[in-house]
Nanobody, 127 residues
Framework: QVRLVESGGGLVQPGGSLRLSCAAT????????IGWFRQAPGKEREGVSC????????NYADSVKGRFTISRDSAKTTVYLQIDDLELEDTAVYYC????????????????????WGQGARVTVSS
């Protein structure tokens, strides 16, 4: 059974850091793109980052470049999203999902390509 499970969310102060995990089961992570998305209260879901497991290519939304880092641990079939210098605007529910690669890269904003969405991890940035 294909499953993605997010974890690592919580309450963090502005300027702090957090690492989210996306645990993949039921499929070969080496063949898929994993994307991270977030949905802030009252806003549409947006793509923030992705990693193409076949090539190692990563991509980020402009709004998070320099603060978010995506990585994967193939041994643990887990993809991580490191978030540094957290801002109030990062408050959201963060989701991971998978997409079948159609090239060497990945696009976090092409949400229609993604499926098998996880249940989400809530991140709250507050002082």
């Amino acid at each position: 059974q294909v499953r993605l499970v997010e974890s690592g969310g919580g309450l963090v102060q502005p300027g702090g850091s957090l690492r989210l995990s996306c645990a993949a089961t039921g499929f070969n992570l080496d063949l898929w793109i994993i994307g991270w998305f977030r949905q802030a209260p009252g806003k549409e879901r947006e793509g923030v980052s992705c990693i193409n497991s076949r090539t190692g290519a990563t991509n980020y939304a402009d709004s998070v470049k320099g603060r978010f880092t995506i990585s994967r641990d193939s041994a643990k079939t887990t993809v991580y999203l490191q978030i540094d210098d957290l801002e109030l605007e990062d408050t959201a529910v963060y989701y991971c999902a998978r997409a079948w690669p159609d090239g060497s890269f990945c696009r976090p904003n092409s949400q229609s390509q993604y499926g098998a969405w996880g249940q989400g991890a809530r991140v709250t940035v507050s002082s």
